[in-house]
Nanobody, 120 residues
Framework: QVQLVESGGGLVQAGGSLRLSCAAS????????ASWYRQAPGKEREFVAR??????????ADSVKGRFTISRDNAKNAVTVYLQMNSLKPEDTAVYYC???????????WGQGTQVTVSS
């Protein structure tokens, strides 16, 4: 059974940091690309960051570049994807979703999301 479980969200003051984790299991995800997206209330889901299966290619949305860092830990039976978020702003408030996909641009599996709230 495929499972993607996000954790690490919470309430933080502007300027603070959070580290999100996404634990994926149920199949061999070490060859899958991974992404983080977010959705704020009343807005569409938007791309935040993505990383290739090897970590050799990483892309960020302009809005988070220089503040967020995506990384991954590949294991045979469980992959963990991280999103280190620094210098958080109120506009970063959203539900953050982890996705895994055979390609970097199409995610085939999604987690349930974790809420990040940044207070001013």
């Amino acid at each position: 059974q495929v499972q993607l479980v996000e954790s690490g969200g919470g309430l933080v003051q502007a300027g603070g940091s959070l580290r999100l984790s996404c634990a994926a299991s149920g199949r061999t995800f070490s060859t899958y690309a991974a992404s983080w997206y977010r959705q704020a209330p009343g807005k569409e889901r938007e791309f935040v960051a993505r990383i290739s299966w090897s970590g050799g290619r990483i892309d960020y949305a302009d809005s988070v570049k220089g503040r967020f860092t995506i990384s991954r830990d590949n294991a045979k039976n469980a992959v963990t994807v991280y999103l280190q978020m620094n210098s958080l702003k109120p506009e970063d408030t959203a539900v953050y979703y982890c996705g895994l996909g055979f390609t970097m641009t199409t995610m085939d599996y999604w987690g349930q999301g974790t809420q990040v709230t940044v207070s001013s």
